[in-house]
Structures are given as structure tokens and as C-alpha cells.
């Protein structure tokens, strides 16, 4: 269900509110978001209690989340739903090659079969701009024209944007986990996201803040909007509470899926079947990575 909700909340973000502005995009998934989580903010006693560590994990996360949105946002208003979610699946990724050289955490032989999964995947995805680009039979005997495909991914700026978020999504992901030591998964949702969206309020709407008064131009996909992120945002904690980390994460990753069909059905992109199997393969890397 959380899975649904952030492809969903995706592919309205992109039909809804496409003249809007990645600074109001974010705007709308942080500072309206927040607002609809507040009735499950946790009781003022349970904030008071929280160690100095805790604090210092929230302060490290939130710009972080905030550039990730920002890009997160660009992206998918911008460019094919379907050459910009799948590359949220390097997250774990990332995490893999961050806890092998910082903390000299080894990668098993799952975990690497997963990573190469994920970059097949990516490969298959700009396999039909590399062969568009470089035609004929004797074009496929010159190595080069098999490692195009990943060099695409750098060359098409929605891919290269939704890399970086996910590479910040791999330090968020450790950083939440550290804080989540010392509040119930469900109540630190809430109260995360509220105070994500406090800190969002000065950094995109205090620069211009005629923003706050256009952002309404269209209340009703605003609001439908951040309803679906707010009850992804309810699912994402509460699954956290039921289950390890690890699967849930890998569970939730499968957004990326419903993210490519969206992008076929709502927007008419192209190369469903490839995009799918891409999708698929980037999806078990994952499983592979986390389980």
C-alpha cells in the first residue's frame, strides 16, 4: 500500500500540478504533508525525553531531505516517470558501497549479485537511446556500444538528478534509522514530517513569499496530493513497526513499478515491456541486497 501511495502520489504530483514549480512541489510534499500529519504528532512529554543524540540525527536529516525533494521533484515534473523512479532502486546500493568504505562492512556474494541486478536493470533502460544513437549490426562487436547505456544514465539530466537523490536517500535511510532508537517508528513519522515541513516553510517560501498565497492556485490537487503522501507517509512508519527494516524498504521499492505503468497509461510513455523487465531487475537486485 505504501508502495501504491508514493506512485501514485508521484504521477498526480506530475498530472496536477505540472506548471508548479520544484520549490512548491516541495512545498506541497513537505509543508502540506506535514499540516494533514499533525493530529498523529506524539505527545510534548515524549519529545522532552529525547536524548541530545537524537536531536543531532533530526538536524543532520532534515537539509539533506530537503535537497533530496527538491531534486526529487525537478525530475519527475520534467522527464518520463519511467527514466527517473527506477533509479531510486541504487539507494541500497549506495548504502552497500558507503558501508564498505567507511565502515569496512564486506559486501556477501548476494548482496554483489543484487548491485550487478540494479545496473543491468539501469542498462536495459537507455539500451533503445544507445541503439537509436548508434545504428547498424557491426555497431554491437565494438565494446564501447555495450557500456553506452550506463554512460546515457549520466547523460540524461532526470536520471542523473534521481542518482543524487538517491545517494542522499542512503544517508537519510541510516540517519532516520539512528534516531528511530529512541521513538516508536509510527509516532516519529508524524512528527518528522511536521517538523520537515516547519523547516521547509523558510527555505522555499520565505525566499518569495508570494508562494504561499499562488501554491493554493489549485487547492484541490494540493490537497489530494498531499493526502496521498500523508497516508504514504502513515504506511511507510507503520509497516516499520511490523517489520525489519530491510524487507520493508525492499517492499516499498516496487513503487517504482507501479511509477513505470503510471508513466505508460497516464502519460503515454514508451517502452512499457522494456521498462518493466528493467524495473523487475533493478527490483530484485534489491530483494537480493537486503534480505
Partial sequence: ICAFSLATADATTKAWLRDYSARELALVRLGVTGLLLTP??????????????????????LPLEMAAMLLYMRAIRDHPLALTLPYLAF?????????????GEQVSGRGALG???????????NLERSRRAHQGVNAWRDWRTWVRPLGNIFAHPGSRSMLLVAFLYS???????????????????????????LAALPVFALPAPRRLITL?????????????????????????ARVEV??????????LLFG?????????ERGLARHLTAGALMVAGIFLILS
Fill in 40 to 61: 498523529w504528532l506524539p505527545n510534548p512529554s515524549e519529545l522532552w525525553h529525547q536524548p541530545l543524540a537524537f536531536w543531532g540525527w533530526v538536524s543532520a536529516l
Fill in 246 to 255: 530491510a524487507y520493508m524498504i525492499a517492499v516499498k521499492r516496487t513503487s
Fill in 91 to 103: 539507494t541500497p546500493v549506495f548504502v552497500m558501497v558507503t558501508g564498505y568504505l567507511l565502515l
Fill in 260 to 268: 513505470i505503468l503510471y508513466g505508460a497509461l497516464w502519460f503515454q
Fill in 171 to 197: 544517508l537519510t535511510s541510516v540517519m532516520g534509522k539512528g534516531a528511530m532508537r529512541t521513538m516508536p517508528a509510527e509516532t516519529f513519522g508524524a512528527f518528522y514530517f511536521v517538523l520537515l515541513g
Fill in 115 to 125: 548491485i550487478l541486478l540494479v545496473v543491468a536493470g539501469a542498462w536495459l533502460l
Fill in 216 to 240: 493554493w492556485r489549485r487547492p484541490w490537487a494540493v490537497l489530494a496530493v498531499a493526502g496521498i503522501n500523508a497516508f504514504m507517509v502513515f504506511t511507510h512508519f507503520l509497516a516499520l
